[in-house]
């Protein structure tokens, strides 16, 4: 069956998983010859670099696997991409043979097929490898990139690589708190490895007390019948984040109730594999029921606002060429806020924190979330080296100490949800959430799935605002946009991570995204 009408169907695929920007994702039954390989391929990566794998499907339902790579910490480069896509397509017999010193790096988030993809993956790979176990995408990053042989962090242990983690995040945060006073946050962990992760700061904390909640995260998240916590279901940031709902409460002993009492707690959510946050408050309800709560969302798009502000803040003496970066599905009015009232230049780029981090890299400072709440600062090397001089004005010392810890703070590969909270909170704390409220009205907007047979038949513009193909769908999409008005704008854009074509409608009310949603809807068949 065709997805779209006759008029837009040039040809038809039903392709085997592939390693995309967003990594290699599908049901998991469908991934072991592909995560085979993908282990085989990586064989074929230079032996200069340091490689790790992590086995998660990030927000993905927890009966959905993956891979992400990480080459000397970061992201693939289009190049190591390219290279594994192809070697992977293209497995050669017999297999070369690995010649790799450094071990490949594993970690795995806490689905019931993650420790088995991880065992393919091992033998696909052939090779020395350095199993951290569960871990978050951040994580496995960081560990990654400290896996040369030669690397003063090579012997450390486990354990150790762990701890070193928390104390280091602990010192950043506590030493860029203004004025210590104890606070409280909810962390919705979406019975993923979170609540493992996280679970050594609630200790080390000093002024911090973290809730932790949907903390089934070694448990299987989600293994069928037997298991009663479910991995990203009716929670996590993807949940909250696009439903604008507050969470499901898994856990039996979790006696936490969004009521009218608590109407000024703040909670957060992250997503499987932390590598995402939202942070929220429950608007007043007198019901109950979880389902007639609403929440009052502080998205990726407001955290963006609120980092940036912070940053302009603690730096104005060193006057940083400070930027941030966004995608096609932030809400228009936080773009205004950050160009007009912030006054910081923003780039708009393809879904993806791979190319957001990219576009990062161009300014002094470069802040990036995806609406999601995937996120992070990238500091250049230009503001590196101001770092490391001695300054004599004390305005400016005090200024680079700021922003020594902030640095320490931030994972300088991927988007740490655990960094940001933290990032997030020393950043409110002068203005409170309040205040972050006060920025902007969001305009309303809706991202919703549309399942087609071949979601490969939409293809897109640079950055995915349009489609190029199938032809005269743009300017479908265009009319659509023109006859609702209300500010309406839409795209469309095939998910790298599910099976599915997604829409995003923006407009002033309700009623416009509506009408145009359900236009896009009728235009795509
Ligand atoms: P896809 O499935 O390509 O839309 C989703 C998110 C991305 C990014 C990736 C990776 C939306 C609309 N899309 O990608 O922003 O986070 O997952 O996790 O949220
Ligand atoms: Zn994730």
């Not at 992400?68 to 991409?81: Q, R």
């Not at 909670?267 to 007198?286: E, L, N, P, Q």
């Not at 955290?303 to 006057?319: A, D, E, I």
Request: glycine share 8%.
């Amino acid at each position: 069956m065709n997805p779209f009408p006759p008029k837009y169907q040039s040809r038809t695929s039903k392709a085997a998983p592939i390693y995309n920007a967003s990594g290699l994702r599908a049901n998991a039954s469908e991934l072991p010859l592909a995560v085979y390989n993908l282990g085989m391929a990586l064989r074929s990566l230079p032996r200069s670099k340091s490689l790790g794998v992590m086995i998660t499907a990030s927000h993905n339902d927890w009966r959905d696997n993956g891979v992400k790579v990480a080459v000397d910490g970061h992201i693939p480069n289009a190049l190591d991409e390219k290279k594994i896509v192809s070697l992977m397509l293209d497995v050669q017999d017999p297999p070369p043979p690995n010649t790799h010193k450094a071990p490949l790096t594993v970690g795995v988030d806490n689905r019931y097929s993650s420790l088995y993809l991880c065992r393919i993956l091992c033998l696909g790979w052939g090779g020395s490898t350095r199993f951290i176990g569960l871990c978050s995408t951040p994580q496995l990053h960081l560990f990654s990139s400290q896996s040369y042989p030669n690397h003063k962090t090579f012997n450390l242990s486990i354990s150790d690589l762990r701890s070193h983690w928390t104390n280091n995040l602990t010192l950043a945060y506590e030493s860029l708190l203004h004025t210590p006073k104890r606070q409280t946050l909810h962390v919705d962990c979406s019975n993923g490895v979170a609540s493992i992760v996280i679970e050594p700061l609630v200790r080390s904390l000093n002024y911090l007390t973290l809730v932790l909640h949907n903390t089934g995260g070694g448990t299987g998240g989600g293994k069928e019948a037997d298991c009663n916590t479910i991995l990203n279901e009716k929670c996590g940031s993807e949940y909250v984040q696009k439903s604008k709902k507050p969470p499901k409460l898994y856990d039996s002993s979790d006696t936490y109730k969004f009521r009218e009492d608590s109407n000024n707690d703040i909670w957060c959510s992250v997503d499987g594999d932390v590598d995402r946050i939202v942070f929220y408050k429950v608007i007043s309800t007198a019901s109950p029921l979880i389902d007639d709560a609403s929440i009052k969302l502080f998205d990726g798009d407001r955290l963006t606002c609120l980092v940036v502000k912070y940053l302009k803040r603690v730096t104005v003496n060193l006057s940083l060429n400070i930027g941030a970066v966004q995608t096609g599905y932030a809400n228009g009015a936080s773009t205004r806020y950050l160009e007009d009232v912030l006054k910081v230049r923003v780039l708009c780029t393809k879904t993806g924190v791979k190319h957001l981090h990219e576009a990062a890299s161009k300014f002094d400072v470069g802040v990036y979330f995806e609406a999601n709440g995937h996120g992070s600062v990238v500091f250049s090397p230009y503001v590196l080296k101001l770092l490391t001089f001695d300054y004599k004005d004390e305005r400016l010392k005090a200024e680079v100490k700021i922003l020594k810890n902030i640095v320490k703070l931030c994972n300088e590969y991927v988007g740490c949800a655990v960094a940001d909270m933290l990032l997030c909170l020393v950043a409110v704390d002068e203005i409170g959430w309040d205040g972050v409220e006060e920025f902007y009205a969001d305009l309303v907007s809706s991202t919703t799935k549309f399942f087609v047979a071949d979601k490969n038949l939409v293809e897109c513009n640079g950055d995915e605002t349009k489609v190029l193909q199938p032809k005269g769908m743009q300017e479908e999409l265009d009319e659509a946009m023109r006859e609702v008005g209300g500010g309406g704008r839409c795209f469309v854009r095939k998910s790298n991570t599910e099976d599915c074509v997604r829409i995003y409608a923006e407009g002033e009310d309700d009623k416009v995204v509506r009408l145009l949603e359900d236009k896009v809807r009728v235009i795509l068949g």
